[in-house]
């Protein structure tokens, strides 16, 4: 198994579509067995799913994602578990232990200045009432 989870600082980045990094976790038997941080510059909104799909891995745990995205990733085959936050590896290993706290109906839509409407107010940008990391 090998798990994704949008990376800045050690924390889940809560914006998938603008995340300029991820760190990999190559796991087996319920065990993290090794971890290293990829960037994904300019790979953009469109092309995650692919960059991610090349790297083997299977599933994803992230912030705030859309629609468009969350059809990427599904396509590609790989599980999603949005709206988490806190510390990647923490993430992780609590996803590894059946307790991941996330929201599999976050939504996040991002459409210029106008319209830009984030559900629960968590997908990372403190801007148009959508509030950052919640």
Known sequence: MKIAVT???????????HCGQF?????????????QVVSA?????GALAGFLQSHGVDTLICGGIGAGART???????RLYPGAA????????ALLNGTLSYDPNIQCSHHHEEGHTCRSGSCGEDKHGCGGNG
């Open 23 to 35: 760190k990999l976790y190559e796991v087996s038997e319920g065990k993290v067995l090794s971890s």
């Open 41 to 45: 510059a300019g790979s953009g909104h």
């Open 7 to 17: 990376y800045e600082n050690g924390q889940v980045f809560q914006h998938f579509g």
């Open 72 to 78: 990427a990733l599904a396509n590609a085959g790989i």
């Open 86 to 93: 806190g510390g990647a590896d923490g993430c992780v290993e």
